[in-house]
């Protein structure tokens, strides 16, 4: 009978050793319930005992929770519809309140962080949501935050992932970014054109001051041409070109003409007619006078 109530004894032991001995890991705390009441201190991380039937133990994970938020279909203060979806990073930093005070904060912080993101959509423009995400994040986060405190809870980062627009909106917004591309294009060609315009007006007034630079560039431009092994060289000489050789020639001293020469042409002797040239034929008239004797003959 003794062995038998030792027996019993350990048992009975055993059995309110398992009941009153918890394992709490390294991300966890305990929050104790005494009688329904809420212990202040909470249990830390290894063995934890507590009373069976009295008291109650409940873990709280401390790790960062990452919760993504559902897309919402939003207008924006520029009256364009939009889809945006984002993601909530938040810890417990207060397990008794997180217990206390809130009833589901994961669920809580899910309903929070919906409305939020609906209303900073309403309050942003497209261009805000496209470009300058980093400080709707911020106001988001601020948005989300605030109630969170409350609950024993922290938002460590919100960030918005993707910005879902219509198909006209896209292709809108394809159409503007092509021409601001070609405008942009036109400027760069035509600033190039005006500097472009005002080298070679300096360049023109160098050559005007100095004509042999305008020989030297021919030159140039011959030796360029000639490296493409080309069987034909068409090479125009500038009037100014020219005109620098005529500068550049001596004028020849003044001398008469002599007759004797054969470039000089004295013309035929005084009482003779002019030769005519051939293929050309002229007709000479002469009148009928009856003081001549004389008759009218016509010569051809």
């Known amino acids: 009978m003794i062995i ?10 055993a059995m309110w050793l398992g009941s009153s001995v918890r394992i709490i890991t390294q991300f966890q705390r305990g929050v104790v319930f005494r009688f329904g009441k ?22 709280v994970n ?4 990452t919760m993504p938020v559902p897309a919402q279909d939003g207008i924006t203060r520029d009256n364009v519809t939009v889809r945006v ?5 938040f810890r417990v930093v207060d397990p008794v309140r997180a217990i ?3 009833q589901d904060y994961d669920s809580a912080i899910r309903q929070v962080a919906l409305a939020s993101l609906r209303s900073i959509i309403g309050k942003s423009d497209l261009d805000d949501l496209l470009s300058n995400r980093e400080r709707l994040n911020q106001g988001l986060e601020l948005m989300i935050d605030s109630p969170a405190l409350g609950w024993g809870v922290h938002i460590d980062r919100v960030e918005i992932k993707d910005v879902a627009l219509p198909e006209s909106m896209k292709r809108s917004m394809s159409r503007q970014a092509e021409a601001e ?3 942009r294009a036109r400027v760069i060609t035509a600033d190039g054109e005006l500097q472009a315009s005002e080298k070679l007006a300096q360049a023109a007034e160098a050559m005007t001051a100095h004509p042999a630079a305008l020989q030297l560039r021919l030159l140039q431009t011959v030796v360029e041409v000639a490296a493409e092994k080309n069987s034909t060289l068409v090479l125009p000489f500038p009037v100014e070109l020219l005109r620098f050789l005529e500068r550049a020639t001596p004028p020849e001293t003044g001398r008469p003409a002599d007759p004797a020469t054969p470039h000089s042409n004295p013309g035929p ?6 030769p005519r040239p051939p293929g050309l034929h002229r007709t000479n008239t002469y009148t009928l006078d ?9 010569d051809r």
């Open 269 to 274: 002797p005084a009482g003779l007619p002019r």
């Open 62 to 65: 401390m790790q960062i929770i």
């Open 4 to 13: 038998y109530a030792l027996i019993a004894v350990g048992a009975l032991g």
């Open 85 to 89: 979806d984002a993601v909530v990073y």
């Open 181 to 183: 591309r070609e405008r």
């Open 100 to 102: 206390v005070d809130v």
């Open 38 to 59: 809420v212990r202040a201190e909470t249990r830390g991380p290894g063995l934890a005992l507590i009373t069976p039937i009295a008291d109650r133990l409940q873990k």
């Open 290 to 298: 009856p003081a001549t004797p004389n008759s009218a003959r016509a």
